[in-house]
């Protein structure tokens, strides 16, 4: 049987007629909400199915009859996060689009699935809440201190990870305690902060810093000491005569 070649948010043309020119015909099945688009589609596809649909509303084993299908091109709509239009994305719907390819993924299961977007959709993640909460304030507080200004620090606003109780960044820059001080600051605001960092790799050249929320006091989940908490259980585990502790060697020997 032959495999069906589906389009969805088939627009003007220039995807189905990309595929017509790759594979030597045109979608079986053009989808948009659009009328407009999908009229302009059907001038250059005259002989594909157009299904003049929101892509929630379809549903795959209808619009297909159960043939198999060989290719399912998808290119959810990018205008709310594109280098044209610059920013942040702001219409959850919109970037909530390509979760249908997830959808078609799971029922009719296409052979090839391809999904088209703008570079930034890799790291489309949670958007920016519309307020930062006290823990935001005080976690970017705290990147800002160690980046140098928050809007010096060495991050992308495109690729910050945004959660309630978290926040990730990818840190273009080493951090290192002497002589530059940026990870011992770090570590130090982070426990004023009662905030838990982690740092890990991310990529060659890049860390993953990752700020999480901590309560001041409570169960071990919660629990999260404060500078000189930390300073003490430090002191209780390494006392002055630890061989690794630092001591003074002049006022040692005048001693
Ligand atoms: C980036 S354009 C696609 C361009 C197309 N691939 C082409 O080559 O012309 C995205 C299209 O998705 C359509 N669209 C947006 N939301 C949709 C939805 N919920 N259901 C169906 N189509 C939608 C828009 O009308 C728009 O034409």
Known sequence: MRELIVDSFAGGGGASTGIEMALGRSPDIAINHDATAL??????????????EDVWNVDPYAATGGRPVGLAWFSPDCKHFSKAKGGKPVSKNIRGLAWV???WANTVKPRVIILENVE????????A???????????????G?????IYNA???WDSVYWAPN???VSWFKSLATYDFRDLTRFVLLCHEARIRGEISSLAPQYLRIMLHQRGVEGGMARR??????ALAEWRAEFPADHPLVYRDPIAESAQ
């Open 166 to 168: 978290a926040i990730g």
């Open 101 to 103: 390819v997830v959808h």
């Open 120 to 127: 930034e959709f890799q790291t489309w993640g949670p958007a």
């Open 154 to 156: 060495p991050f992308s």
């Open 224 to 229: 999260h000491p404060n500078l000189e908490e």
């Open 129 to 143: 809440p519309e307020e930062l909460n006290d823990f935001h304030k005080r976690a970017f507080t705290v990147l």
């Open 39 to 52: 009229a302009m589609h059907e001038v250059n596809h005259p002989g594909t199915l157009h299904l003049t």
């Open 145 to 149: 201190i160690v980046g140098g200004g």
